[in-house]
Every structure is written in structure tokens, then in C-alpha cells.
């Protein structure tokens, strides 16, 4: 009878902890996920070095214009808004995946793509407007990091857009295919990522470089 | 289809993983996390334009309000919990954001520090006349 209630208090939890420990490799699907999601810590430790060089050089104006009086700030909410939508529906995209609904697939990258490139419109729009009024990236220290920085960011998106794309021809010509899916699923790591940086660069870059 | 049955019997889930395929909760876990992030965005953007809090605070809020934001997309858009299965996940971020903070933190004290220090430029310019 001891030994019975000995065994059975300790059988219990090891149990458990060998479920939890012992699983055997990981599926193909976590190990890409992990693998991305370094990949996607190294682009975010790239950005803080653009971020880090635009707070140091946020004074440094040699005269030209300074942020408060280049920012547009409605402009950049507009900005704001389109990115996170465009990131929400890729997460809905990414139900639609895994339920394989070919249709909302389609649609909801659609409406992601659409919104992504308006984003990048409007961000091209604001730094034609800036070159034409004298602001380009050789004009000051100030404006150099901005446009690397916010620039990058743009490349980013821009990639994004290009894999996008490809994606959904992917998944048009060979269907839900677990190689697709795990495709799918970096691409909506990275799209998540660009829209997390975002959120650093308008807080930064056009709130706290509109007070400065 | 053995694949997909074969990730849901795994413990461990990527980033971006979800372990049951349940549209209702997926979506609206989505909903709930874009709420959050308008909710903290139009916060960052009203705080920066007003005038009804203390000025000097206002820096100090649009960085609290986007480590928040940055909080929420993780959590609802990448999925990157505290469970047992995401751990290697997290560490990966735990270390990343230790590089991210000595990045920009270390440039900004070692460079304010260099202009405190510094001879204002008109003074430099006379002394090399």
C-alpha cells in the first residue's frame, strides 16, 4: 500500500515531464519558424544600429530644416494605418491558410498587398516632397540617418511586396503543400516584423523627431 | 494532411503557430490585437499633440506606448507567447532585445556624453585659426 501511494505520487509528475522533455525532433514547420524568427532578430539588431544612429544625429541639422518643420504627421497616421491593417489581414490570410480556403486566401493577400502598396506611395510621395524642397539625404547629418533609416524600412516593405506575390502565385499553381505552408508562414513572420519595426519608426523618427 | 496532424500532435509550436485550427478564436484573437495597437497608436499620436500633459513626459510616454504596441504584435500577430513550447523562441528575443538595448542605449550615452564634453564648435574653430 506505501509503496503503491510512493509510486503513484512520483509517476505522476515524471509523466508529465517526459511528455513535456521528451517530444523527439521538432516537426520541419517549428524548426523554419525558428529559423526565421532568428534571421528576423539579426534585420532587428541591423535596424536598432539605424535607430541608434538617428537618435545621435537627431540635432545635427547643420542648419537645414529640422523635424518639426518636415514632418507631416496626419501623412504618417495615414501611413500607420495602412501598414497595420495590411498586417492584420495577412494574419488573416494566415487562418485562411490553414483552414485551405483557396478563395480568402486570395482575397485577404489582395487587400494586404493593396494596402502595403499604398504605404509605400505614400512614403514615396513624402520623400519626393522632401528632396524637392531642398531636404534630400545630402543636406544634413539629420536628414541622412532619416532617410537610411526610414528608407531601409521602405526596402524592406518593398521586398515584402515582391514575396507576397510570389507567394500567392505559389499557392495558386501548387496549393496548400506543407512546403507552401511553412513559405507562408516566414512571410507572415516577416510581414508581422516590418509592421513591429514601423511602430519604432513613427514613434521615433516622426513623434519624438517632430518634439526634438 | 499527416504533416499537419503530425505539427498538431507536437508540443512544440513555431512562431506564428497556433495548436488548434479554431477560425472563430484565431480571428479574434487577431481582432483583439489589432484594437490594442489603434487603441496605443491613436494614444502615441494624441499624446505627441497635446498640450493637456506635462511636456517633459511626453517623450518618455511615446516610448512606453510603442514598447507596449511592439508587445501586442508580438504576442497577438507572431504569436510569440510565454508557453513551455515557445521557449527557444523567446530566449532568441530575450537575447536579441539585449543587443537591441545595448545598441541604442550604448550610442546614446557614450555619444551625449562626448557632447557634453566637447568644446562648443565656434571655440574649436577659433583655436585652429
Given at each position: 500500500m506505501a509503496a503503491g501511494t510512493f509510486a503513484d505520487a512520483h509517476a505522476l509528475p515524471l509523466v508529465g515531464l517526459e511528455d513535456a522533455v521528451h517530444e523527439g525532433p521538432a516537426s520541419k514547420r517549428i524548426i523554419t519558424g525558428y529559423g526565421f524568427w532568428i534571421f528576423l532578430l539579426s534585420d532587428i539588431v541591423m535596424f536598432s544600429c539605424f535607430f541608434a544612429a538617428y537618435a545621435v544625429l537627431l540635432g545635427q541639422t547643420a542648419g537645414g530644416p529640422t523635424g518639426a518643420q518636415l514632418f507631416n504627421l496626419p501623412n504618417v497616421a495615414i501611413e500607420t494605418a495602412c501598414l497595420l491593417l495590411s498586417s492584420f489581414f495577412c494574419g488573416m490570410a494566415s487562418v485562411a491558410a490553414e483552414v485551405r480556403s483557396h478563395r480568402w486566401f486570395q482575397i485577404w493577400m489582395a487587400v494586404t498587398c493593396v494596402l502595403g502598396l499604398a504605404f509605400l506611395a505614400i512614403e514615396f510621395h513624402e520623400f519626393a516632397d522632401l528632396v524637392a524642397r531642398g531636404?534630400?539625404?545630402?543636406?544634413?547629418a539629420f536628414l541622412s540617418a532619416f532617410f537610411a533609416l526610414v528608407g531601409c524600412h521602405g526596402l524592406h516593405v518593398s521586398a515584402g511586396i515582391l514575396w507576397l506575390l510570389t507567394m500567392m502565385a505559389q499557392v495558386f499553381a501548387k496549393g496548400f503543400r506543407a512546403d507552401i505552408q511553412r513559405r507562408f508562414l516566414c512571410f507572415a513572420l516577416f510581414w508581422h516584423a516590418l509592421d513591429i519595426i514601423w511602430v519604432g519608426v513613427f514613434s521615433v523618427v516622426y513623434l519624438l523627431g517632430s518634439a526634438a | 494532411m499527416s504533416e499537419l496532424h503530425d505539427t498538431h500532435r507536437q508540443a512544440g509550436l513555431a512562431?506564428?503557430?497556433?495548436?488548434?485550427?479554431?477560425v472563430r478564436y484565431r480571428v479574434l484573437g487577431y481582432v483583439v490585437g489589432l484594437a490594442l495597437a489603434i487603441l496605443l497608436t491613436a494614444t502615441s499620436f494624441f499624446v505627441a499633440g497635446t498640450?493637456?500633459?506635462?511636456?517633459?513626459s511626453i517623450p518618455v510616454a511615446i516610448v512606453v506606448l510603442a514598447i507596449a504596441q511592439m508587445g501586442v504584435h508580438l504576442v497577438?500577430?507572431?504569436?510569440?507567447?510565454?508557453?513551455?513550447?515557445n521557449t527557444n523562441n523567446v530566449m532568441a528575443l530575450a537575447f536579441g532585445l539585449m543587443i537591441v538595448f545595448l545598441v541604442i542605449g550604448g550610442s546614446l550615452w557614450i555619444m551625449t556624453n562626448l557632447n557634453h564634453n566637447m568644446m562648443p564648435m565656434d571655440q574649436i574653430m577659433k583655436m585652429q585659426r
Open positions: 531636404a534630400g539625404p545630402s543636406r544634413s | 512562431p506564428g503557430d497556433e495548436e488548434e485550427i479554431n498640450d493637456l500633459v506635462w511636456q517633459p497577438f500577430f507572431l504569436h510569440i507567447t510565454t508557453g513551455p513550447d
